[in-house]
């Protein structure tokens, strides 16, 4: 399985760890992972058969992760973070159905050690359990995750899971309800949608500092995200001022264009620009001749060191012969910015370096993380 980061010799592209749904494997899931070719190979020291391989290309590789069987088979609504080489299921509810109505039974935290050959079972941890946890991020040295839950931010370490401790509580004027809608290691950058008299807001979470900044509130006729862009995909925080979200429409209209947007949290307005450089060819954004029915988008940075960033999403299958896909893409982010003017936004371009197409066969892909 991929060894943590700090004991690999050069430093390697963070694998990205894909949840499907399917009924006919183990646990209602399915499981693969994405890695570069260095360090799938150096993983997987060719013992895994051919079966266990997706596909392979020159740049990464995409291998199943043959995963036990979930006890509590499908849970919902959790967050799925991987760090010091476990992957964690945080938060989320356990539905089932008996003679007497759907029962739903809360979810802690469920994690499992990828270093394991053959894992026979999930660990579950003897924390307390939060109902509500509406993110979850890794910290910037790996070894914590820091979870939005119950009007609260929670931190445990991911070799000692049963020992969670508060980082801070939400300021008493925001509503608990508030979603991680980008981080970059120790900060998150939380929004909470505007309800029919409540504003929204836009808040920065300083993780290492233990400090919250409120950096604004919008009503529900100015949310940046609004009804058009419902299908916002978690993004990415660059320098504490710009969230960069894929999304398949313009922002500022019901334009179908899906690319990668920044959004300039300081001065609450989209940038006229989209990033530059990504092909609208169906492989690394969906094309713009057609509605492509994407389901599942995720955009994720996959280096802690450079503004390397990965876009991950899924057309999904609607008939039994046809399999669903999987498109993916690494590339450089950069940013032009003018020294001249402070009134003149900067400009982002991405540098592509690979892409592919992997299938996941009669299944939907659900949830993505990124980590080591």
């Given amino acids: 399985m ?23 494997v183990g646990g209602g899931y399915r499981w693969y992972v994405i890695e570069e070719k260095e360090a799938a190979a150096a993983a997987a020291a060719d013992v895994l058969g051919e079966e266990r391989w997706v596909l392979k290309s020159d740049q990464d590789r995409v291998r199943v992760l043959n995963l036990p069987k979930l006890e509590d088979g499908l849970i919902k609504y959790t967050n799925l973070a991987v760090a010091e080489s476990r992957l964690f299921l945080v938060g989320g ?42 993110g979850a991020a890794v910290s910037d040295n790996g070894d914590e995750i820091y ?16 020992n969670p401790k508060l980082v801070l509580p939400l300021p008493g004027d925001l509503p608990w309800y508030l979603l991680a809608a980008a981080g970059s290691g120790s900060k998150m950058l939380l929004y909470s949608p505007p309800r029919r008299g409540i504003s929204g807001n836009f808040v920065l979470c300083d993780l290492k500092s233990c400090s919250w900044e409120m950096i604004h509130s919008f009503s529900l006729d100015t949310d940046p995200f609004a009804d058009r862009f419902r299908w916002w995909t978690t993004g990415v925080l660059v320098e504490d001022s710009f969230l960069i979200v894929f999304g398949r429409c313009l922002p500022w209209t019901r334009e179908y264009r899906p690319a990668l947007y920044v959004y300039d949290i300081r001065r609450m307005e989209w940038l006229p620009k989209p990033v530059q450089g990504l092909a609208n060819n169906g492989i690394v954004l969906p094309d713009l001749n057609g509605l492509w029915p994407f389901s ?18 899924s057309i999904p299958n609607n008939d039994d012969a046809v ?50």
């Fill in 2 to 24: 991929a060894m943590p980061l700090e004991k690999r010799n050069k430093v390697m592209d963070m694998p990205i760890y894909l949840q499907f749904i399917d009924g006919d």
């Fill in 93 to 134: 509810h356990v539905e089932s159905r008996g003679d007497d109505g759907i029962r739903i039974d809360k979810n802690g935290i469920l994690y499992i050690d990828l270093q394991q050959p053959n894992p026979k079972s999930w660990e579950r941890s003897k924390i307390p359990v939060y109902t509500n946890v509406r």
């Fill in 147 to 162: 979870a939005v839950a119950d009007g609260m931010v929670l931190r445990f370490n991911c070799r000692l899971v049963d």
């Fill in 296 to 313: 599942y988008s995720a955009l994720m940075q996959v280096r802690r060191d450079e503004l390397k960033l990965a876009l991950v999403w």
């Fill in 323 to 372: 399999q669903t896909q999987v498109h993916w893409s690494k590339f450089i982010l950069r940013i032009d910015k003018n020294d001249d003017s402070q009134d003149i936004p900067p400009t982002f371009h991405a540098q592509g370096l690979s892409s592919g197409t992997c299938y996941g066969g009669n299944t939907y892909l659900i949830r993505s993380s990124v980590g080591g």
